[in-house]
């Protein structure tokens, strides 16, 4: 792609999330750009854009720089390590993205460049970059944090070369089995991704009168942001839904505007980079309940003993919050919580 002198040395989409990325070369410097995709518009907003290198020698001042200008800055020389002004190539960038798919990076040679995690605005902060002295308006110092996000990078790149048909299947059925051992034959399977990729579907159970539902494949991936919410974020990074109604109370047409919503629900965490975890409230009807409460299983006295949590996934249960306990969430949430786990509208 050739456009008012600029070349693509390289793109990605992000796997997951709606993000896109280019390494852009023009007459004077290297650029890694970021992108949010529109879909509903086909469209690729730019997001930012961090410094790689110069490709030409420059003393000016970012003073002498115009910036009204629509056009990659070059660094002055004062500001960069760089040895060579060489024009990269092609067969020898990488771009890698992390697990969540909410950051990516570039490798030269494999070497780590740069890296943009979704969170760069492009204005206070662009990504990191590796041949910058300090902190820049296109880039920050890369050797700062490259103990943070290097191995992270590479768990990304060996993440994302797995054979999925197989992580689905090594996933799939030791979690499904555990579901019908405890609760029978399966009633209804359904597809809330279409066909699409990352394949995840609604397996629902009768048991006793009541309905049980259960997500599967929303586990495999990663949440982007959990590590915002969390220390030990990749502890809390994955989960499964799970609900429980009474048949008798919902008529067809209620259920599947249920199993709708949750479709929904698995695509939030990766269409708006954010985490779904523990005591998290949603605004997911169910009947005459506006909204609803994660509650993870561990509450609970008698965890499901599930083959997910040797993977690390939590099985987080949608439990319907009446108005006035939506309301008591807000002035006294410990107790309350503690009163909705005691209160057995949960299995």
């Keep these: 792609m050739k456009q ?20 852009i070369s023009d007459e004077e410097s290297i650029y890694f750009y970021m992108y949010d995709l529109d879909y509903m518009r086909r469209e690729m907003i730019p997001k930012s854009a961090c410094w790689l290198k110069n490709l030409k020698k420059v003393t000016e001042t970012f003073e002498s720089v115009d910036l009204s200008e629509e056009k990659q800055i070059a660094l002055p020389d004062s500001l960069i390590h760089q040895s060579d002004y060489i024009n990269w190539d092609e067969k020898d960038i990488e771009i890698v993205w992390s697990k969540e798919g909410h950051i990516a990076s ?3 040679k494999d ?12 204005i206070q902060f662009n990504g990191y970059t ?14 700062d944090v490259i103990d943070l996000f290097e191995s992270r990078m590479q768990d990304g790149k060996a993440f994302w070369n797995q ?11 030791p979690y499904v089995e555990d579901l019908c051992q405890r609760f029978g034959y399966i009633k209804n399977c359904y597809d809330l991704h279409k066909d699409r990729f990352p394949s995840r579907l609604l397996l629902t159970f009768k048991k006793d009168g009541y309905i049980y539902a259960f997500t599967v494949g929303m586990g495999m991936f990663y949440m982007p942001n959990s590590d915002r919410y969390y220390d030990d974020y990749e502890s809390y990074a994955r989960c499964e839904f799970a609900f429980v109604f009474k048949e008798e109370e919902y008529s ?11 479709a929904n629900l698995c695509e939030y965490p990766w269409l708006h980079m954010d985490c779904l975890a523990d005591l998290h409230t949603l605004d997911i009807k169910f009947k005459d309940c506006s909204h609803c409460i994660i509650i993870d299983d561990d509450h609970f006295e008698d965890t499901y003993a599930s083959s997910l949590k040797n993977l690390g996934v939590h099985l987080s249960w949608l ?16 107790s309350t919580i503690k009163e909705i786990v005691k209160s057995g509208r949960i299995r």
């Design 130 to 143: 590796k041949n910058v002295k300090e902190n820049t308006m296109v880039g920050w110092r890369l050797e």
């Design 4 to 23: 008012d002198n600029k070349t693509s040395l390289a793109f990605s989409q992000s796997p997951l999330c709606p993000l896109a990325v280019d390494v």
């Design 106 to 108: 570039v490798y030269y």
């Design 163 to 173: 054979e999925f048909n197989e992580v689905w299947e090594s996933y799939h059925t």
């Design 319 to 334: 439990l319907p919050l009446k108005d006035e306990e939506f309301e008591l969430l807000k002035k006294d949430r410990e």
């Design 252 to 262: 067809l047409e209620e259920q599947l505007d249920i199993y709708s919503s949750v």
């Design 111 to 122: 070497e780590l460049y740069a890296l943009i995690p979704n969170w760069a605005d492009g």
